[in-house]
T-cell receptor, first 115, second 117 residues
Framework: AQKVTQAQTEISVVEKEDVTLDCVYE???????LFWYKQPPSGELVFLIR??????QNEISGRYSWNFQKSTSSFNFTITASQVVDSAVYFC????????????FGSGTKLNVKP | GAVVSQHPSRVICKSGTSVKIECRSL??????MFWYRQFPKQSLMLMAT?????????EQGVEKDKFLINHASLTLSTLTVTSAHPEDSSFYIC?????????????FGDGTRLSIL
């Protein structure tokens, strides 16, 4: 069955600390996509990254970095030097490769960054 | 970039009222759109897949007579919550899938916060 697990319900850090959000997934498919979205208090979903199952290279975008490891079925997200504006709920999601029809979202991790 | 407009952003109404939520893709065609529901502090759950010109496909446990979906054009899908009751209060988010290849397979609207009194 397709499933995404974000075991960390809520994390609190002080500004400038680094923080890693964990994501573990289960899928029967050999090809698939993984995503991270940010949901600020206003509610909209902000796309952060898409990674396909063929590409295990880590990715860095500014203060954000992602570590995809197929061997452990994990797709973790690290924010370096966190800022108050990073406070939000972060969702990891899994979708099928060919149709993008169904997104399986994790339960989300609420990140609180305190000044 | 591609934008999905969802309207209204917030609705407060009395029990028994029917509420219509619109989801529009502004600069791309979307044969397929999706409706999600999110309860407070919970994840997004797919309710239904909306296909232009055909009947929507509902996920297990979602009442099709309660949540009417109409996808009449390539840029507009509507979700009508019929005879809404307090338990229907939730955050509803739509997404649209671009017909052409894209880095983002689904673009999400900003959501509609529905409160039934």
């Amino acid at each position: 069955a397709q499933k995404v697990t974000q075991a960390q319900t809520e994390i609190s850090v002080v500004e400038k600390e680094d923080v890693t959000l964990d994501c573990v997934y289960e899928t029967r498919d050999t090809t698939y996509y993984l995503f991270w979205y940010k949901q600020p208090p206003s509610g909209e979903l902000v796309f952060l990254i898409r990674r396909n199952s063929f590409d295990e290279q880590n990715e860095i975008s500014g203060r954000y970095s992602w570590n995809f490891q197929k061997s452990t079925s994990s797709f973790n997200f690290t924010i370096t030097a966190s800022q108050v504006v990073d406070s939000a709920v972060y969702f990891c999601a899994l979708s099928d490769f060919y149709n993008f029809n169904k997104f399986y979202f994790g339960s989300g991790t609420k990140l609180n960054v305190k000044p | 970039g591609a934008v999905v407009s969802q309207h209204p952003s917030r609705v407060i109404c009395k029990s028994g009222t029917s509420v219509k939520i619109e989801c529009r893709s502004l600069d791309f065609q979307a044969t397929t759109m999706f409706w999600y529901r999110q309860f407070p502090k919970q994840s997004l759950m797919l309710m239904a897949t909306s296909n232009e010109g055909s009947k929507a496909t509902y996920e297990q446990g979602v009442e099709k007579d309660k949540f009417l979906i109409n996808h009449a054009s390539l840029t507009l899908s509507t979700l009508t919550v019929t005879s809404a009751h307090p338990e229907d209060s939730s955050f509803y988010i739509c997404s649209a899938r671009e017909d052409r290849a894209s880095n983002q397979p689904q673009h999400f609207g900003d959501g509609t916060r529905l409160s039934i009194l």
